[in-house]
C-alpha cells in the first residue's frame, strides 16, 4: 500500500534558524512527489514538484530534495511568514491515480 | 492562473440536512476531487471524479455523493448531514497528467450542529 509519512509533525523554530521536514514514501513506482503550503483556513498552495532522485528545487528560502525513499525540504534562516503547514503527496507511476498525502509538518517561525 | 473556486468559506446546517458543496474550476481539468481535512488525520479523498458524468470512490465515501453535470463544476453531497462530518472540505482540480499536482479551492469550514 502506498504511504506517505512526514516528520516531525510541529516543529518551533527562531527565526533565522534554519531547519529540514522529512517526507518518508513508499509507492511502487514514483510518478512524481509534491509538496504544498498550507496557511490555517485555507486551501493548500503548490510549491514544487520532483520527479527522480538527485532532483532539487528552490524557491526563496526553501529547497527541497529527493532520494529513492524520502524528500527534504529545507528551510534556510526562516522568517515568520514561513509559519505554516506543509505536505507532502506522491503520486505513483500507474494510471491516473490520485495522489496519496502526508499528514503534514506544522512548523511555527518565532520572531 | 487556475481558480477552484468552493461556493462558500463557512457554513453551519442541521444533523439530519441534504447539505450541497459546491466546486467550480476554470481551467478545462478533466480531473477533480473533494477531500475533508481533520486534525491528526490529514487530507482523506472522498470521491474524485475523470470524466463528466465519471465518479470513483475514494477511502472514506460513507455518507456521501458527488455529482459531475459538467466538466467545470463537481458537487459534494451529503445525504444527512450529522455531526461527524463537521470537517474542512476542500476541492482540487488538475489535467489527465497531473504534472503540476492539483490545484485547491479555499476550502469550506462546514459545522454541523
Known amino acids: 500500500e502506498d504511504q506517505v509519512t512526514q516528520s516531525p509533525e510541529a516543529l518551533r523554530l527562531q527565526e533565522g534558524e534554519s531547519s529540514s521536514l522529512n517526507c518518508s514514501y513508499t509507492v511502487s513506482g514514483l510518478r512524481g512527489l509534491f509538496w504544498y503550503r498550507q496557511d490555517p483556513g485555507k486551501g493548500p498552495e503548490f510549491l514544487f514538484t520532483?520527479?527522480?532522485a538527485g532532483e532539487e528545487k528552490e524557491k526563496e528560502r526553501l529547497k527541497a530534495t529527493l532520494t529513492k525513499k524520502e524528500s527534504f525540504l529545507h528551510i534556510t534562516a526562516p522568517k515568520p511568514e514561513d509559519s505554516a503547514t506543509y505536505l507532502c503527496a506522491v503520486r505513483r507511476n500507474s494510471g491516473n491515480t490520485p495522489l496519496v498525502f502526508g499528514k503534514g509538518t506544522r512548523l511555527s517561525v518565532i520572531a | 492562473d487556475v481558480k477552484v473556486t468552493q461556493s462558500s468559506r463557512y457554513l453551519v446546517k442541521r444533523t439530519g440536512e441534504k447539505v450541497f458543496l459546491e466546486c467550480v474550476q476554470d481551467?478545462?481539468?478533466?480531473?477533480m476531487f473533494w477531500y475533508r481535512q481533520d486534525p491528526g488525520l490529514g487530507l482523506r479523498l472522498i470521491y474524485f471524479s475523470y470524466d463528466v458524468k465519471m465518479k470513483e470512490k475514494g477511502d472514506i465515501p460513507e455518507g456521501y455523493s458527488v455529482s459531475r453535470e459538467k466538466k467545470e463544476r463537481f458537487s459534494l453531497i451529503l445525504e444527512s448531514a450529522s455531526t461527524n462530518q463537521t470537517s474542512m472540505y476542500l476541492c482540487?482540480?488538475?489535467?489527465?497528467?497531473?504534472?503540476?499536482?492539483?490545484?485547491f479551492g479555499s476550502g469550506t469550514r462546514l459545522t454541523v450542529v
Open positions: 482540487a482540480s488538475s489535467d489527465p497528467g497531473q504534472v503540476d499536482g492539483y490545484t
Open positions: 520532483l520527479y527522480s
Open positions: 481551467m478545462d481539468h478533466e480531473n
